[in-house]
């Protein structure tokens, strides 16, 4: 077994040898000066009225089954109940409508969704093309219909999308200013240079996949500046999670990966910080 497969080390070794000559490879880092530059803006929305009130209700409660559920059976197997708890607080950052409560159902408002289409219109009026990402494919059904009310163009790409190439050429040739697009669906593997805005609407805890979806804009073929909004949730789960990120490397990856193992890197003061509450606003004027 070792005599094999020392054989085909070596056979791999001289299979790379001959082939590297033919190879070009070229890391982004290396293209950089090629590439006109990026900006990266942060728009932060407070939750307010209700929805704020439903993010409150919802973090206590998860807060608490979250806790119990450690304290019964420890971290590393409660990990189905953190990520469930993780997953409500995004979703009601991004739009209560979202998540599958009673409360969450009556409750229409969404700060995010209203910032959003404020700045639409001024991005589309300066002639942007604008790339809209973001991990629910309900959120681009609601931002869809929302986008219908204000009779502002757009296309959609998501995983139930079975014909790709039709909505990628449409907008390339300038049907609508605006694409809708799953992460997942248009992480990779797309070359829309026609854009020269992309929007995070609910940023992922993994830098990488937002990278790799920003760069479907920001890569070689464009010849404007990119600008990279990310929406988020004031005081909330998203600022919280992006903070850690920042401050811990992989951390937030290793809570969100598949891997319940991973959870012991995640200490208790951790997970206390992600579930802290909103701030309190400041005086209205």
Not at 39 to 50: K, M, P, S
Not at 176 to 196: E, Q
Request: proline share 5%; charged share 25%.
């Amino acid at each position: 077994m070792g005599t094999s497969h020392l054989r085909a080390q070596r056979s791999l070794e001289r299979l790379a040898r001959r082939i590297r000559p033919f190879l070009l490879r070229r890391r982004k880092d290396e293209v950089a000066s090629e590439l006109p530059p990026k900006t990266t803006i942060v728009r932060t929305v407070e939750l307010e009225g209700a929805q704020r009130d439903l993010y409150e209700a919802v973090r206590t409660a998860m807060q608490e089954r979250v806790r119990a559920a450690i304290s019964a059976q420890g971290l590393a197997r409660s990990h189905i109940i953190v990520l469930d708890a993780l997953l409500k607080l995004r979703q009601v950052c991004c739009d209560p409508r979202l998540v599958k409560l009673g409360e969450a159902k009556r409750t229409e408002e969404s700060s995010k969704l209203s910032l959003l289409l404020e700045m639409l219109p001024e991005l589309i009026e300066e002639g942007r093309r604008i790339l809209l990402f973001s991990q629910f494919t309900g959120m681009l059904t609601l931002i869809g219909a929302a986008l219908d009310v204000a009779n502002i163009g757009y296309l959609t790409l998501t995983g139930d999308t079975t014909d790709r190439a039709t909505p990628i050429k449409r907008f390339t040739r300038g049907d609508a200013p605006l694409f809708l697009i799953s992460l997942k669906a248009g992480g990779v593997g797309l070359n829309l240079t026609a854009a020269d805005t992309v929007i995070h609407y609910d940023p992922w805890w993994n830098p990488a996949a937002e990278n790799q979806a920003t760069d479907r804009a920001h890569r070689l073929g464009q010849d404007n500046p990119v600008f990279v909004y990310k929406l988020v949730a004031a005081g909330s789960i998203e600022e919280k999670i992006i903070a850690l990120q920042v401050k811990k490397a992989a951390l937030a990856d290793s809570i969100l990966s598949n891997d319940p193992a991973n959870c012991a890197k995640f200490s208790a003061q951790d997970l206390d910080a992600l579930f802290a509450p909103l701030p309190n606003l400041g005086p209205s004027l």
